[in-house]
């Protein structure tokens, strides 16, 4: 009784551990490598992260693992070491919660701009065409400030060459495909006769 009560308080134990290493970071980006992991929980670390898991799901968080480079098929064990953990929500925040959490929502449209058109493009495009594309609709002081905001926050990254692709934090935390899809549902106010379209 004593030996089940005593691996219980372990793996809870372990469990606030690993809750505390993913949410209270102390490296510049969110989240901790696997090794991180392993070395602190040990080598049955993945489980705890499935346990971990669990319980964030509970309250709409989960933990993401990022791996460093696209994996064919899947991952070993020394993909998941090189791997970053991190927790993140498991369902899109709407725009009123988008804003409500402190965005600007002319910030999240640029974002979502500038996501949605370099994922076209393959996940990179030149830093001029890309402020081009956006001040169609905004001031370029803005777009550029905003650009920068998110080269700073990890959703976009600039290369040495002056473009500027996705960044690790939009890879992890903005769904494509979901992306894409709101972008091209949203279509311009058809104004046949000149009534349609007023409100």
């Known amino acids: 009784m004593d ?14 551990i690993a809750a505390s290493m993913l949410l209270f970071s102390s490296h510049r980006l969110p989240g901790v490598r696997g090794w991180e992991l392993r070395r602190r929980l040990g080598r049955n670390y993945l489980k705890i992260i499935d346990a971990l898991n669990s319980k964030l799901n509970s309250i709409g968080l989960r933990v993401k693992i990022m791996f460093d480079q696209p994996l064919g098929g899947s991952p070993a064990e020394e993909d998941f070491d090189r791997a970053r953990f991190f927790v993140t929500l498991s369902e899109p925040l709407s725009v009123a919660d988008i804003v409500a959490a402190g965005w600007n929502i002319e910030d999240v449209a640029v974002l979502a701009a500038a996501l949605s058109y370099l994922f076209t493009k393959g996940g990179r495009a030149s830093e001029k065409e890309l402020v081009e594309l956006i001040e169609v609709k905004l001031p370029r002081w803005k777009v550029e400030a905003a650009i920068e905001r998110f080269i700073r926050k990890g959703y976009l990254t600039r290369a040495e060459d002056n473009t500027i692709k996705v960044g690790w934090r939009a890879l992890a935390e903005v769904d494509e495909k979901e992306l894409l899809k709101a972008i091209m549902d949203i279509s311009p106010t058809q104004q046949k006769d000149g009534s349609e379209g007023r409100t």
């Open 3 to 16: 030996e089940e009560k005593g691996e219980t308080e372990r793996a809870g134990r372990k469990l606030a």
